[in-house]
Every structure is written in structure tokens, then in C-alpha cells.
């Protein structure tokens, strides 16, 4: 049992270039999530996916695009990356049905855009 | 609007004492409430919830919370630092306003132990 599984671990573009942050978690989990993590500003929701087929804007979505491929697997892409991108991006899971499950969270990519 | 507030962002305490970190929370349903705590490069780790049952919560490592309605407060504790206890830690708040699905972030509070 992996729980949350992230690739990759580190990446560094140049601005304009495009990437895909692959996400996956193998507990049959309804929700999944995207967030940034930047210094001195805690977590920031970027999308999250209720359920399989199902995407919803975050706090943060400016940028960024997703897509639940399944039940497993939820993807973020930046089409085209800006240094503001620059961060630290964690993916997390959760059984939905009620606000008092909690979430489980991968290792995070660490992404740089010069 | 729900919301998280932990009073301080830095804590340090000495190796072997009383740890505090202080939660509160704004929400106008019964909440559930979470701790995580996020060592440096690792990803975020739940220490304990609470969601409606005992309102002094245990959890993993030695911490406790105690959930307090009236001061809208979910403060965290441990008797003895440790220095493995350095880290980064999350008050997280959930409820049915919170669209179901989602969840509300504090701005963490960093803890250094000093030898």
C-alpha cells in the first residue's frame, strides 16, 4: 500500500515550457487535491476532484489545469510555466462523504521555473 | 466564512519542555478539526483529528489537543520536546460549508526545539 505517489520529485523548467505533475493514490479515495506550498504562506488549494470525472477550481487556479484520468489518478499541468510557479506542489487524497476524514498527502514535487 | 488563525507563526522551546501551538478556528457548524505536522522536505502527516467524540484528543508522538467550543480553540500540546519534534505544524478545519470536499489551512505554525 504506496498511499500517495508523486513524480517527479524535483523538476526545473524554463519559462514558457510545459509539464505534467502525475499524482496517484491506491487507497479507492473519492477526492483528491492539488496545492502550493510557498514560504510564509501555508497551503494553497489549486484544484481538487470530488469524485472520478469531476474537477473544481481552488484558491489558487490561474495557470494550471487538471484532469482525474480515474479514480487512482489526478494530473496537474502547467501549459505554460511562469517563475511564479516556482513552489513546492503537494497532492492529497481523501474518502469523501463527510468533513471529518482526513486527507493524505504525498511526498511534493519541487518545481523551479528560471 | 471558515477560517483558521494560529497565533504564532515561530515557536522554539527548549529540549524536554511543555510544547504549545496555538489554533483558532471560525466555523458555523459543528467542525471537524485536524493537526498535521510537516517535517523539512517531507510531505504533511496527520498527528490527530477531532470530529465530535472526546474533546481532549491524543494522537501520535506524545501530542494531545483539547477542543474548546466556547473559546472556538483547538491548541495543540506535548508534555516534553523532543528535538524530532522540530517541524512545521498545520491546524486544518473542515465542515459542511467548507462545500464538503474541501478544507481550510491555518498558516502553520514552525517549531524549533533547542538542545
Known amino acids: 500500500n504506496a498511499g500517495v505517489t508523486q513524480t517527479p520529485k524535483f523538476q526545473v523548467l524554463k519559462t514558457g515550457q510545459s509539464m505534467t505533475l502525475q499524482c496517484a493514490q491506491d487507497?479507492?479515495?473519492?477526492?483528491m487535491y492539488w496545492y502550493r506550498q510557498d514560504p510564509g504562506m501555508g497551503l494553497r488549494l489549486i484544484y481538487y476532484?470530488?469524485?472520478?470525472?469531476?474537477?473544481d477550481k481552488g484558491e489558487v487556479p490561474n495557470g494550471y489545469n487538471v484532469s482525474r484520468l480515474n479514480k487512482r489518478e489526478f494530473s496537474l499541468r502547467l501549459e505554460s510555466a511562469a517563475p511564479s510557479q516556482t513552489s513546492v506542489y503537494f497532492c492529497?487524497?481523501?474518502?469523501?462523504?463527510?468533513?471529518?476524514?482526513?486527507?493524505?498527502f504525498g511526498p511534493g514535487t519541487r518545481l523551479t521555473v528560471t | 466564512a471558515q477560517s483558521v488563525t494560529q497565533l504564532d507563526s515561530h515557536v522554539s522551546v527548549s529540549e524536554g519542555t511543555p510544547v504549545l501551538l496555538r489554533c483558532n478556528y471560525s466555523?458555523?457548524?459543528?467542525?471537524?478539526l485536524f493537526w498535521y505536522v510537516q517535517h523539512p522536505n517531507k510531505g504533511l502527516q496527520l498527528l490527530l483529528k477531532?470530529?465530535?467524540?472526546?474533546?481532549l484528543v491524543k494522537g501520535i508522538n506524545g501530542f494531545e489537543a483539547e477542543f474548546k467550543k466556547s473559546e472556538t480553540s483547538f491548541h495543540l500540546t506535548k508534555p516534553s520536546a523532543h528535538m524530532s519534534d522540530a517541524a512545521e505544524y498545520f491546524c486544518?478545519?473542515?465542515?459542511?460549508?467548507?462545500?464538503?470536499?474541501?478544507?481550510?489551512f491555518g498558516p502553520g505554525t514552525s517549531l524549533s526545539v533547542i538542545p
Open positions: 466555523s458555523s457548524y459543528s467542525p471537524s
Open positions: 477531532y470530529t465530535s467524540a472526546a474533546t
Open positions: 492529497a487524497s481523501r474518502l469523501a462523504g463527510g468533513p471529518s476524514y482526513e486527507q493524505y
Open positions: 476532484s470530488a469524485s472520478e470525472g469531476t474537477t
Open positions: 487507497m479507492n479515495h473519492n477526492s
Open positions: 486544518v478545519v473542515s465542515d459542511q460549508e467548507t462545500s464538503y470536499d474541501k478544507v481550510i
